[in-house]
Protein backbone atom coordinates (compact mmCIF):
# COMPACT_ATOMS: atom_id res chain seq x y z
CA UNK A 1 0.00 0.00 0.00
CA UNK A 2 2.80 2.88 1.04
CA UNK A 3 4.50 1.56 -2.41
CA UNK A 4 1.50 2.26 -4.14
CA UNK A 5 1.51 5.93 -2.77
CA UNK A 6 4.91 6.10 -3.49
CA UNK A 7 4.50 5.48 -7.20
CA UNK A 8 1.35 7.60 -7.59
CA UNK A 9 2.95 10.26 -5.68
CA UNK A 10 6.02 10.09 -8.10
CA UNK A 11 3.53 10.20 -11.23
CA UNK A 12 2.13 13.34 -10.14
CA UNK A 13 5.38 14.95 -9.83
CA UNK A 14 6.54 13.61 -13.25
CA UNK A 15 2.87 14.91 -14.78
CA UNK A 16 3.41 18.35 -12.74
CA UNK A 17 6.91 18.92 -14.37
CA UNK A 18 6.23 17.71 -17.87
CA UNK A 19 3.05 19.70 -17.82
CA UNK A 20 4.71 22.89 -16.75
CA UNK A 21 7.02 22.37 -20.11
CA UNK A 22 4.74 22.14 -22.38
CA UNK A 23 4.23 25.64 -24.47
CA UNK A 24 1.02 27.26 -24.51
CA UNK A 25 -0.41 25.37 -27.96
CA UNK A 26 0.85 22.12 -26.42
CA UNK A 27 -1.24 22.38 -23.33
CA UNK A 28 -4.25 23.96 -25.60
CA UNK A 29 -3.66 20.60 -27.62
CA UNK A 30 -3.83 18.52 -24.57
CA UNK A 31 -6.80 19.97 -23.19
CA UNK A 32 -8.68 19.54 -26.37
CA UNK A 33 -8.08 15.58 -26.39
CA UNK A 34 -9.21 14.82 -22.67
CA UNK A 35 -11.87 17.24 -23.59
CA UNK A 36 -12.78 15.01 -26.53
CA UNK A 37 -11.75 11.60 -24.75
CA UNK A 38 -14.39 12.83 -22.02
CA UNK A 39 -17.24 13.57 -24.68
CA UNK A 40 -16.68 10.16 -26.41
CA UNK A 41 -16.52 8.69 -23.22
CA UNK A 42 -19.83 9.29 -21.83
CA UNK A 43 -19.01 12.22 -19.94
CA UNK A 44 -21.00 14.92 -21.21
CA UNK A 45 -24.36 12.83 -21.31
CA UNK A 46 -23.18 12.08 -17.37
CA UNK A 47 -22.54 15.55 -16.43
CA UNK A 48 -26.26 16.22 -18.11
CA UNK A 49 -27.60 13.67 -16.22
CA UNK A 50 -26.16 14.86 -12.92
CA UNK A 51 -27.67 18.31 -13.69
CA UNK A 52 -30.70 16.80 -13.97
CA UNK A 53 -30.59 14.52 -10.93
CA UNK A 54 -29.66 17.46 -9.00
CA UNK A 55 -32.39 19.60 -10.23
CA UNK A 56 -35.02 17.23 -9.50
CA UNK A 57 -33.60 16.95 -6.40
CA UNK A 58 -33.85 20.07 -5.53
CA UNK A 59 -37.37 20.06 -6.42
CA UNK A 60 -38.19 17.44 -4.68
CA UNK A 61 -36.97 19.21 -1.50
CA UNK A 62 -38.72 22.28 -2.57
CA UNK A 63 -41.93 19.93 -2.35
CA UNK A 64 -41.31 18.58 0.87
CA UNK A 65 -41.07 22.49 2.25
CA UNK A 66 -43.87 23.66 0.37
CA UNK A 67 -45.75 20.77 2.13
CA UNK A 68 -47.09 19.20 -1.60
CA UNK A 69 -44.53 16.11 -1.05
CA UNK A 70 -45.82 13.12 0.78
CA UNK A 71 -44.19 12.90 3.95
CA UNK A 72 -44.55 10.06 6.75
CA UNK A 73 -47.65 10.12 9.01
CA UNK A 74 -46.78 11.21 12.81
CA UNK A 75 -47.63 8.21 14.89
CA UNK A 76 -50.93 8.87 17.13
CA UNK A 77 -51.07 10.95 20.74
CA UNK A 78 -50.99 8.29 23.21
CA UNK A 79 -54.13 9.29 23.97
CA UNK A 80 -55.43 8.19 20.77
CA UNK A 81 -53.89 4.76 20.61
CA UNK A 82 -55.18 4.13 24.22
CA UNK A 83 -58.66 5.06 23.08
CA UNK A 84 -57.99 2.87 20.30
CA UNK A 85 -56.47 -0.18 21.94
CA UNK A 86 -59.71 -0.17 24.76
CA UNK A 87 -62.38 -0.23 22.01
CA UNK A 88 -60.30 -3.61 20.45
CA UNK A 89 -59.98 -4.88 23.56
CA UNK A 90 -63.31 -4.10 24.64
CA UNK A 91 -65.30 -7.34 26.18
CA UNK A 92 -67.57 -5.78 23.04
CA UNK A 93 -65.84 -5.71 20.34
CA UNK A 94 -62.54 -8.51 21.25
CA UNK A 95 -64.97 -11.00 19.07
CA UNK A 96 -65.52 -8.87 16.15
CA UNK A 97 -63.15 -6.16 16.27
CA UNK A 98 -64.99 -4.75 12.77
CA UNK A 99 -66.62 -1.20 13.73
CA UNK A 100 -69.97 -0.06 11.98
CA UNK A 101 -69.37 2.88 9.58
CA UNK A 102 -71.51 4.34 12.54
CA UNK A 103 -68.82 3.45 15.44
CA UNK A 104 -66.23 4.49 12.87
CA UNK A 105 -67.97 8.24 12.45
CA UNK A 106 -68.40 8.02 16.55
CA UNK A 107 -64.75 7.20 17.01
CA UNK A 108 -63.36 9.93 14.49
CA UNK A 109 -65.60 12.69 15.97
CA UNK A 110 -64.01 11.53 19.60
CA UNK A 111 -60.59 11.76 18.20
CA UNK A 112 -61.04 14.09 15.55
CA UNK A 113 -59.48 11.50 12.83
CA UNK A 114 -60.45 10.75 9.28
CA UNK A 115 -62.31 7.24 8.59
CA UNK A 116 -58.64 6.46 6.44
CA UNK A 117 -56.82 6.96 9.55
CA UNK A 118 -59.22 4.96 11.55
CA UNK A 119 -58.78 2.13 9.17
CA UNK A 120 -55.63 2.12 9.09
CA UNK A 121 -54.79 1.92 12.51
CA UNK A 122 -57.61 -0.91 13.29
CA UNK A 123 -56.03 -3.42 10.52
CA UNK A 124 -52.63 -2.80 11.42
CA UNK A 125 -53.24 -3.25 15.13
CA UNK A 126 -55.25 -5.88 14.99
CA UNK A 127 -53.93 -8.80 14.90
CA UNK A 128 -51.47 -7.49 17.23
CA UNK A 129 -53.61 -6.54 19.98
CA UNK A 130 -55.55 -9.42 19.77
CA UNK A 131 -53.32 -12.46 18.83
CA UNK A 132 -49.76 -10.96 20.12
CA UNK A 133 -46.57 -12.89 18.28
CA UNK A 134 -45.46 -15.78 20.52
CA UNK A 135 -42.02 -14.80 21.44
CA UNK A 136 -39.34 -16.75 20.15
CA UNK A 137 -37.29 -18.33 22.69
CA UNK A 138 -34.09 -19.73 22.16
CA UNK A 139 -33.32 -23.28 22.60
CA UNK A 140 -30.75 -23.90 24.72
CA UNK A 141 -28.72 -27.15 24.56
CA UNK A 142 -26.26 -28.64 26.53
CA UNK A 143 -23.09 -30.32 25.57
CA UNK A 144 -24.76 -33.67 26.11
CA UNK A 145 -27.54 -32.74 23.80
CA UNK A 146 -25.44 -31.21 21.13
CA UNK A 147 -23.21 -34.83 21.80
CA UNK A 148 -25.97 -36.43 21.63
CA UNK A 149 -27.82 -34.92 18.33
CA UNK A 150 -24.71 -34.87 16.32
CA UNK A 151 -24.40 -38.85 17.26
CA UNK A 152 -27.77 -39.37 16.34
CA UNK A 153 -27.48 -37.88 12.82
CA UNK A 154 -23.97 -39.61 12.28
CA UNK A 155 -25.76 -42.90 12.76
CA UNK A 156 -29.21 -42.31 11.00
CA UNK A 157 -26.39 -41.41 7.95
CA UNK A 158 -24.80 -44.78 8.36
CA UNK A 159 -27.97 -46.43 9.09
CA UNK A 160 -29.72 -45.07 5.51
CA UNK A 161 -26.37 -45.74 3.57
CA UNK A 162 -26.40 -49.34 4.36
CA UNK A 163 -30.36 -49.43 3.94
CA UNK A 164 -29.65 -48.00 0.03
CA UNK A 165 -26.52 -50.25 -0.33
CA UNK A 166 -28.14 -53.59 0.70
CA UNK A 167 -30.84 -52.26 -1.60
CA UNK A 168 -29.00 -51.98 -4.55
CA UNK A 169 -27.70 -55.24 -3.61
CA UNK A 170 -30.39 -56.90 -3.39
CA UNK A 171 -31.95 -55.33 -6.94
CA UNK A 172 -28.46 -56.48 -8.57
CA UNK A 173 -28.70 -60.31 -7.40
CA UNK A 174 -32.77 -60.95 -8.57
Not at 82 to 94: G, Q, R, S
Request: proline share 5%; charged share 35%.
Amino acid sequence: NALGVHISTAINELASRAWADLGEAEKESWKQKAHEDWVRNGGLEKARLEEERKHLVGEKDALVKEGKEKKKPEPFPPETVKYLTDWVLNPEHILNPYPSAEEKDTIGKDLGLERRQIDGWLSSHRRRLIMPQKQLKKMELSETDIDHWSNFRKYRYMLETTADLLLMYACTNT
